[in-house]
């Protein structure tokens, strides 16, 4: 079984945690960390000749061409994660369709090839917004992996299909969907290997409920991550103690957690995983 990886390509501040605290009109005067923290995450694909998909925020594309260009040399997917690091539950279908667009060019351009991927920060595609599933579509993405199928404060749609699948975007449009993976369990669907809960949980839990996937329900996992998950030395913004405790917890070991994932598992882009399992069709992969 070959699981989907990726990562989503902000900065530490660009975190939905901070969006209190930090305004986008400060970014430009904050310390950038993503250029090294990135290129840590591609020596370590390189070091196992592993290939995932990179959701970069039009932000970053715009500031940081030449590390586009250097995912995209690597082999690697590059995918939309947005603009401006908006929740889509803040914007209007206007708002959305700009963010979405400007991001696109911006990557695109910096590459020089096609983006047929988004994910939406913050997962915030809930029920809510589901509208925006049509403006990916009209916008030339051919799929989506932002729904989380759990419960959760910021995020999710609870009852939502739990692994690659077709979606509605519109009358007589689909697109692909890759949910974020969880297991279920006493009745309840549990979050699995990304972000704060690869970081928090043992990687022995990561590891079981990933081959728990791959044999026992017959599907691939999607593992996601930021660079910063990987950066212990990041600047501290003033934020209270619990929100700090959950934006840095284990730190500094995720990237030995990710050696061990990349020693346990094939991987692959997003693309080639939907691809792989006929969710998305040979035509809308290039």
Same mark, same amino acid.
């Given at each position: 079984?070959?699981?989907?990886?990726?990562?989503?390509?902000?900065?530490?501040?660009?975190?939905?945690?901070?969006?209190?605290?930090?305004?986008?009109?400060?970014?430009?005067?904050?310390?950038?960390?993503?250029?090294?923290?990135?290129?840590?995450?591609?020596?370590?694909?390189?070091?196992?000749?592993?290939?995932?998909?990179?959701?970069?925020?039009?932000?970053?594309?715009?500031?940081?061409?030449?590390?586009?260009?250097?995912?995209?040399?690597?082999?690697?997917?590059?995918?939309?994660?947005?603009?401006?690091?908006?929740?889509?539950?803040?914007?209007?279908?206007?708002?959305?369709?700009?963010?979405?667009?400007?991001?696109?060019?911006?990557?695109?351009?910096?590459?020089?090839?096609? %983006?047929? !991927?988004?994910?939406?920060?913050?997962?915030?595609?809930? &029920?809510? *917004?589901?509208?925006?599933?049509?403006? $990916?579509? =009209?916008?030339?993405?051919?799929?989506?992996?932002?729904?989380?199928?759990?419960?959760?404060?910021?995020?999710?749609?609870?009852?939502?299909?739990?692994?690659?699948?077709?979606?509605?975007?519109?009358?007589?449009?689909?697109?692909?969907?890759?949910?974020?993976?969880?297991?279920?369990?006493?009745?309840?669907?549990?979050? %699995?290997? !990304?972000?704060?809960?690869?970081?928090?949980?043992?990687? &022995?839990? *990561?590891?079981?409920?990933?081959?728990? $996937?791959? =044999?026992?329900?017959?599907?691939?996992?999607?593992?996601?991550?930021?660079?910063?998950?990987?950066?212990?030395?990041?600047?501290?913004?003033?934020?209270?103690?619990?929100?700090?405790?959950?934006?840095?917890?284990?730190?500094?070991?995720?990237?030995?957690?990710?050696?061990?994932?990349?020693?346990?598992?094939?991987?692959?882009?997003?693309?080639?995983?939907?691809?792989?399992?006929?969710?998305?069709?040979?035509?809308?992969?290039?």
């Amino acid at each position: 079984m070959i699981n989907a990886l990726s990562f989503d390509i902000e900065e530490y501040f660009h975190a939905e945690a901070f969006s209190n605290v930090v305004r986008p009109e400060q970014w430009p005067s904050l310390e950038s960390r993503v250029v090294a923290t990135t290129e840590r995450l591609l020596d370590l694909l390189a070091e196992t000749a592993s290939l995932a998909t990179f959701f970069v925020l039009g932000w970053v594309a715009e500031r940081h061409g030449a590390l586009v260009r250097a995912i995209h040399q690597g082999g690697h997917e590059l995918a939309c994660h947005g603009y401006g690091h908006q929740m889509i539950t803040r914007l209007s279908r206007a708002e959305f369709r700009e963010d979405v667009r400007r991001a696109k060019v911006a990557i695109e351009d910096a590459a020089g090839i096609a %983006v047929i !991927g988004y994910r939406a920060p913050t997962f915030s595609v809930v &029920r809510e *917004t589901l509208w925006s599933l049509e403006v $990916l579509a =009209e916008a030339g993405f051919r799929y989506d992996s932002s729904i989380f199928p759990i419960v959760h404060d910021r995020y999710g749609i609870s009852d939502a299909a739990r692994f690659p699948h077709r979606v509605a975007a519109g009358p007589g449009v689909e697109i692909g969907e890759f949910p974020l993976s969880t297991v279920s369990g006493f009745g309840w669907r549990f979050p %699995v290997a !990304g972000g704060g809960y690869f970081r928090l949980f043992p990687y &022995r839990l *990561t590891r079981g409920a990933v081959r728990h $996937l791959n =044999e026992r329900e017959g599907q691939p996992a999607i593992i996601y991550l930021h660079p910063w998950e990987l950066d212990p030395e990041q600047p501290r913004l003033p934020v209270g103690r619990l929100t700090r405790l959950r934006h840095s917890v284990n730190t500094r070991t995720t990237e030995s957690k990710v050696r061990c994932l990349l020693r346990d598992f094939r991987v692959a882009p997003v693309r080639d995983v939907l691809a792989g399992s006929g969710v998305l069709a040979v035509g809308e992969t290039a």
